[in-house]
């Protein structure tokens, strides 16, 4: 069983940065894959970034590449997703999940562990 709690959210004006955490219980942290998913109003949640156990591979959404990076502290149990050059259409809800593997996946029926979500508002 893993619990995870999202923190960093916010409003923040186009342009700028922002830095997403997830802390993660438990000892096995470091045997699961993790991710990033977001869903904004009237809209299917999405797929943002993945990161493997060990954090040596990642995945991005083409829309985030280059923008967002997703890193993570197995010691800490905690992700990560640093967020720069935030546009309007970045602003939803963002949710990180969690799956017992070491296979990077966007889709969102494969991850088993979910947290409640963090508003990010991003002005123009």
């Known amino acids: 069983q893993v619990q995870l709690v999202e923190s960093g959210g916010g409003l923040v004006q186009a342009g700028g940065s922002l830095r997403l955490s997830c802390a993660a219980s438990g000892r096995t942290f470091s045997q699961y894959a993790m991710g990033w998913f977001r869903q904004a109003p009237d809209k299917e949640r999405e797929f943002v970034a993945a990161?493997?156990?060990?954090?040596?591979?990642?995945l991005y959404a083409d829309s985030v590449k280059g923008r967002f990076t997703i890193s993570r502290d197995n010691a800490m149990n905690t992700e990560y997703l640093q967020m720069n050059s935030l546009e309007p259409e970045d602003t939803a809800i963002y949710y990180c999940a969690a799956r017992q593997t070491w296979e990077l996946t966007s889709r969102s029926s494969l991850y088993i562990y979910w947290g409640q979500g963090t508003q990010v508002t991003v002005s123009s």
């Open positions: 990161i493997s156990p060990p954090g040596g591979r990642t």
